[in-house]
């Protein structure tokens, strides 16, 4: 086996990279889509806004049997890398996960990184992998799933109602696609906001927002061809950003993906939350009817959230773990045939 760089543009890296995350998205996330071609491309190729992309490629007998995604943070955490590694399902239990995670050790720590975070299903051989690692568990995450289907649209109106009257004061501005100049500030500073949430990991720190990253997550979603709604709520009296909800529609399939959701603190207690994603709904509806599902993450800690996302009708489908890995010498990862 031969463990080295991902060059994206050689060859057919980037189909190859793509049939195998087709085929591990079938038993490793069952409850989400795999990716079309063109996000495959745009994640191999730009990365996430705010980060640099690094990868290593394991090829067995000259197929590509596994692939360590090493994104580096660039604009705060940048004592950190986020792994994510992923092994063909013919050819799991073999050495190659534990030869890619030795390798992607050493890339990190070339990279002056001190941990690595990545993610698991809870009580999947991924999970078990990340212990025989030597990654420690962090935060627990549930991702809960809306099925439009079967929603309850009484209720799901009761509540918005409801919401209304105590928002009263306060009015949405719904942004399709890309976030416009003249309010990327207000979004930025609405970002800020999300740190208030759980962390992932104990080790992280608040994440920094302006005008030109939101900008840059905005063209990274395009370029995947998805299409963004934003609804933000304002203050009548100052015009003060109050909060915002973001949702993500892929341009294939039935599945959109809620993205941040938040209050400012000045503006709690009015059930704008609920008032924000219940009129996402609406719009959702209106503008995306191939949109039956609506996915989304909250950290089990996160209790105001998950109970609004509870009143809506929201579901809990899968419980995810993150991990965290010290690259401070630990001695070669135990041989677990993984």
């Known amino acids: 086996m ?3 760089t991902v060059d994206p543009a050689a060859g057919h890296v980037l189909a190859e990279l793509h049939d195998l ?7 490793d996330r069952p409850h989400r889509p ?14 996430y806004c705010g980060a640099e992309l690094a990868g290593l490629q394991a ?4 197929r590509l049997a596994g692939y360590a995604a090493i994104s580096l943070p660039m604009a705060d955490n940048t004592f950190s890398a986020e792994l994510e590694i992923v092994v063909h399902p013919e050819l799991r239990r073999r050495g190659i996960g534990r030869d890619l995670a030795a390798a992607a050790r050493d890339r990190i720590t070339s990279y002056g990184r001190k ?10 051989p991924g999970a078990r992998f990340a212990v025989a690692v030597g990654a420690a568990a962090q935060q627990d995450r549930f991702r809960n799933v809306l099925y439009l289907d079967s929603l309850d649209s009484a209720a799901v109106a ?5 919401a209304r009257r105590r928002a009263a004061g306060y009015s949405l501005e719904y942004l399709t696609g890309p976030i416009p100049a003249a309010c990327l500030a207000d979004t930025a500073a609405l970002y800020d906001v ?19 990253r939101v900008a840059a997550e905005d063209r990274w979603r395009a370029a995947r061809g998805e299409t963004v709604c934003t609804i933000l709520a304002r203050s009548d009296a100052t015009g003060e950003p109050a909060g915002m909800t973001r949702l993500a529609v892929r341009a294939a399939g039935d599945l959109a993906l809620q993205l941040e959701t938040a209050v400012a603190r000045p503006h709690r207690g009015r059930r704008l939350g609920y008032l924000l994603k219940a009129s996402m709904l609406g719009w959702l509806g209106e503008h995306a009817p191939q949109a039956r599902r609506i996915s989304t993450f909250n950290a089990v800690t996160n209790a105001h959230m998950i109970a609004v996302n509870e009143a809506l009708g929201f579901v809990p489908v899968e419980r995810w773990t993150f991990y965290e890995l010290a690259m401070s010498p630990l001695g070669q990862p135990p041989s677990d045939g993984y």
């Open 158 to 162: 009761a509540g918005l109602a409801e």
């Open 21 to 27: 995350v087709s085929a591990s998205y079938r038993i």
């Open 194 to 212: 999300v740190n208030d949430a759980p962390h992932e990991s104990e080790a992280l720190e608040d994440e920094v927002w302006t005008g030109d």
């Open 34 to 47: 795999p990716p079309v071609l063109a996000e495959t491309t745009v994640d191999w190729t730009i990365g």
């Open 115 to 124: 941990v690595a975070i990545g993610t698991a299903l809870a009580g999947s």
């Open 2 to 4: 031969q463990i080295t």
């Open 59 to 62: 090829r067995l007998d000259g």
